[in-house]
C-alpha cells in the first residue's frame, strides 16, 4: 500500500471493472470529508474502467453461433438426403405376405412329369424343412451375426472399410459387408447389384425395416429359398438337385458347406468348372462353422477330407413327341392365368395326355411323312462335307465326332460319312448320343453298306460327304423304329457292318390328334415332324383347307331337315358363271343316293344337297359344331372351302359321334394352385346323386315323352338311353339312398338320331368308300371320312371308334401340290390306319351305340346294300319329292338355276371344290352365323335355298 491509495488496495486491481466515485473520509462523529475538487489537493478522478475477456467471449458466442449453424445445416443436408434415399424406396410389407415365384409342373395322365413351367428353376423349401447343418453352414459364411444385429453388422462394415483401404492398391472389387437381411433387401425390393455408397445405405434402411416385421427365421427362409446359386439354380434345392443330384435332406455337410460357398461367386466357385476353387471355399467355409460351433473340429476335419464329387442331375426323360403338347397346355394357362402366374405360381396341371399312345402317335406320322418323302421327293443333300479322309476309323472318326447334328433329327438316327474305296457307298459312323445344341459325344466306329436303292436316290455320293443314316432295328411290332430312340445293331461277328437306311428330314409336314370322343380328353399330339425343329403346332395354330371331310357337315344339317339317307339327288354337270364344280373321276351317275353320295365324296350331290338345305342352316351348324368361329354363306363352302384346324375338326366329329353333344376338346383335367386347391376342371360333366329307383325321361328326337300311369313309354323301344339332362336331375329324398351320378352338361347342338344316321353312312365310307385303305385290317366298328382339297394341297382323315378318334393332316406348311392323285385316302388314310390299330389293340369290341328314335335297316342303294338309320317316319330306301330342287327325275341336266343357288352369272373366279378338287379360301371377315344358344342349338330354318350367296372367292 502507497500513502496516495487510502483503501489500502493495490492500484489497478480493478481496473476493467465498472468505474464509479471514490467514496469521502470521514471524520469522528461528524459529516463524511467532501473530496476534492479538481484543482484542490488529493488524486486526480479515473476515467471509465474497460471489461476483461470481451474478445473471448465474443470468439465463445461466435463459436457457438457457427456450430449450431453448421449442425442445423448438415441436419437438414443429412435429412434432405435421407428424403431423397427413402421417397422411392419400396415398402417392406410385400415381404410379410412373400410366396416365392415356383415352377409349375405339367403332368401326363400316368403322372409323369411331361413339362415344368419357370422363368427360373426354383423349389420352395419352408423354415422348418431346411437341416440345421445347411443354416448354419450359410450363416457362418455370409453373416456370423446374424441371429444378433438389428439388420446392420457395424463392425463387419468397419473391418470391410479396413480391408478396403488396405488393399486399396490393388485395385480389386471393395469387400462386401451385408448382412443376410442386407442381401434380402437387395434381392427382393431393390433388384440390383449396383455397388454405390448410395445403393449401400438404402439396403441398410431397409434391412433394418425389415428386421422390424419380419423374424429372423422367415428372413433366412426368404434369403435360402431365393438366392441365385450358379447353373440355373435358385435356392438351396434347386442348387442340391443341380450339383449333387440329392434331395437337401440327404445332404453332408461337406455338400452343405460347398452349397454355401456358392453366394460369393457362383460361377468361380462350381464344382463342375473350378474344382479346386471350390474345395478351397468348401473349406473356408467348414472352418467358418467351427468358428461359430455349429460344427467340432473332427466333424471339420471329416468335411475337409471328403472328396467333392458333383453329380449332373438327370432331368425326368421327357415323352418323346410331347413338346407340342406341352406347349399348347402352357398356351392355355398363359391364357387363363396369365404369364406370371403360368410360370412362377406353383400350379400343379393334371393333363389328359396318354404317354404311350401320344409316342405312337409321333412314330406313325414321321412314318407317313418319311414314306411320302421318299416317293415324291428328291435327295435332300448332304449336311456337311469332310475333306482328307482315309478308310480309317482314326481318320474320319474324330471329325464325324465333331459334326453337329441338324435340327429334326432324330435320336434313332446316326450321322455318317460316305467312306473313299470299294465298295461304292460304303459309309463309317459312330454310336453317339446327341447333348445339348447338337454336340454329340465319340463312341465306338461302325461301318455298314448303302443299298443300291439308297446310292440312287443320292444320285451321286461322294467320299466325305456327311449324311443321316439309320441302322435297321425291328420293334415288338416288327416294323421300323423310325421315330424311336433305340440303340443301333452291334457290328456282325466279321466287322462287315451293318444294314443301315439313308435318312432326310421330310419337308412335307402333317399334324395328328387322338382324343376319347365321349369326354373330348386329347389323348396325344403331334403338331409337325420335330418340335426341335420347328415349334409352330400344326394341330393347333395351322388354319387350312378341310376338302370334303367338312361334307359331314352339310349332310348332318339334311338329316336334321328329315332328309333319309336313301333320298336321291342328281349327280349331273352344273355350270354357273365360271364356276364349274366337278366330281373327282369326272364322271356322272344321275340319281344317288345321300348315302352312296358321301361314300364316294360326290362333289355335285353335295352342291345340290346344300342348295337345298340352305347354306346359312349348314353355316350355322358348323358354328354351333365349333368347325368354324365363322363361315360364309357359299356353296363352294360346302364343299370345305372354309378354314379350320385340326384340333377344331376332331372336335366336330366328335360332337357328332356323341349324338349331337358339343365335344369341346380339352387337353387339361384340372389345375391345382401351390396351396392344393383345384382351380379348373375341365367342363362338360358334373357330379350329382340320385335315388336309387329313380328313372329319368329319355331324349327321343328333341319330344317331350310323358309316361302313363304305370311309368311306362309307349312306341319306344324296350332300351332306351336316359337324357342326363340337368333339368330333370333329382335329389335323394329324406331317407333314401343317394346314388352318385354323372350329369352331361355339355349343349346339345343336333339331334341324337340325325347324328347316328351320319356316323352309320361314314361307317360305308371306310367299308366301301374313299377310306378303304384307312379301315384295312381293323375289326371294330368304324367310322370316317376323308378330305382333299384343291390341287391335292391338303389331304385329311378324320374317324371315330366309340373308344377312340383320330384327325390326320398332311400337306406342305407353304401350300402346295402333294401330286396328282394323293388323296387323303392314300396319303392320310394309312396313317390313321395304323395309329388306330395300335390305339385299338386289347380293346373290347363296343358297337355305336343308336338312340331310341332311330331303326337300322338294309336296303338297296343301286351300288350295293347299304345299312342306315332311319328315323321312325322315314321308309328305308325311299326318295320322295322335295319341292324339285334337283332331286331324282326333277332335273337330267344341269340341276340348279341362279334362282335355286342365288349366284350372279359374273361371279369369276370360283374354282371347284371337293373330297378330291377342293376350292380356294373363302375369306371369313365379314361372315355371318349364329352363335348356338346355350344348352341348345336354334332350330335349323326350312329349306328355301334362298339364303345362298355365292359372291368371290380370293
Known sequence: MTASDPSGVPPGLFAGARSREPMAPRDAGGPPRQPPRNGGGGRPPRGPLRPRFRFWRRFAGASLGAVILVGATGGLIVWHKYALLTH??????SLTHYQPPVMSRVYSSDSRVMAELAAERRIFVPYSAIPDRVKQAFVAVEDQNFWTHGGVDPLAILRAAVTDVTMMHEHRRPVGASTITQQVARNMLLGSNTLSLERKAQEAILAMRIEQVLSKERILEIYLNEIYLGAGAYGIVAAAQTYFNKPLDELTIAEAASLAALPKSPTNYNPFRFPDAARTRRNFVLERMVETGAITRAQAAEAEAEPLIPRNFHRPDPIPGAGWYAEEVRRQ????????????????????????????????????????????????????????????????????????????????????????????????????DIGPGGKVSEGAPHTGQLSSGDRFWMRNPHPGDVVMIEPSQKDALGRRAEAKGVDATEPDAEGGGDTLTLRTIPKVSGALVALNPRTGRVAALVG?????????????????????????????????????????????????????????????????????????SLNLVTVRLAAHVGMGNIADLAIALHEVDAMPKVLPAALGAVETTVLREAGAYASIEQGGRLVTPSLIDSVQDRDGRVIYRAPGFDLGTQTAGDAQ??????????????????????????????????????????????????TRVADPDSAFQITTMMQ????????????????QPIAGKTGTTQDFNDAWFVGYAPQMLTAV??????????????????????IWNRFMKFALNGQPKVEFRAPPGVVLARWGSGRGTALDAFKLDQKPGESIGLGGVAVAGADMGNGLTDADTGTEADNAGIASSGDYAGAAAVPVAGASGSPPVPGQRPPPKPATGSDIGVGGLY
Open 764 to 779: 360305308d365310307v371306310i367299308r366301301r368308300g374313299t377310306g378303304t385303305r384307312a379301315g384295312s385290317g381293323i375289326e
Open 697 to 746: 325321361i329319355p331324349y327321343v328326337a328333341q319330344a317331350q315323352v310323358q309316361p302313363d300311369a304305370n311309368g311306362k313309354v309307349h312306341g319306344l323301344p324296350a332300351v332306351v338311353q336316359p337324357a342326363l339332362d340337368p333339368a330333370v336331375a333329382t335329389q335323394a329324398a329324406p331317407g333314401a339312398d343317394a346314388l352318385p351320378e354323372i350329369i352331361d352338361t355339355r
Open 88 to 93: 422411392d424406396l419400396p415398402t417392406v410389407d
Open 528 to 600: 409337325g415332324w420335330s418340335y426341335e425343329a420347328s415349334q409352330f403346332d400344326r394341330a393347333t395354330q395351322a388354319q387350312r383347307q378341310p376338302g370334303s371331310s367338312f361334307k359331314p357337315i352339310v349332310y348332318l344339317a339334311a338329316m336334321e331337315q328329315g332328309i333319309s339317307p336313301s333320298q336321291q339327288f342328281m349327280d349331273a354337270p352344273y355350270v354357273n358363271g365360271s364356276w364349274r364344280p366337278n366330281n373327282y373321276e369326272m364322271d356322272f351317275n344321275g340319281p344317288t343316293s345321300l348315302h352312296d353320295a358321301l361314300m364316294e
Open 333 to 432: 394357362l398363359v391364357g387363363m392365368y396369365g404369364t406370371a402366374q403360368t410360370n412362377e405360381g406353383g400350379l400343379v396341371v393334371q393333363t389328359s395326355l396318354d404317354p404311350r399312345l401320344q409316342a405312337e402317335a409321333a412314330r406313325d406320322l414321321r412314318a407317313g411323312l418319311l414314306a411320302y418323302d421318299r416317293a415324291h421327293e428328291p435327295w435332300h443333300g448332304t449336311v456337311t462335307h469332310l475333306n482328307d479322309i482315309t478308310a480309317e476309323a482314326s481318320s474320319w472318326g474324330p471329325a464325324l465326332a465333331q459334326v453337329a447334328a441338324p435340327a429334326g433329327m432324330l435320336s434313332s438316327w446316326r450321322l455318317a460319312v460316305i467312306l473313299p474305296g470299294k465298295p461304292q457307298g460304303r459309309v463309317g459312323w459312330l454310336e453317339l
Open 809 to 830: 393332316w398332311i400337306g406342305y406348311d407353304t401350300p402346295k401340290s402333294l401330286g396328282e392323285k394323293e388323296t387323303g385316302g392314300n396319303v392320310a388314310g394309312p
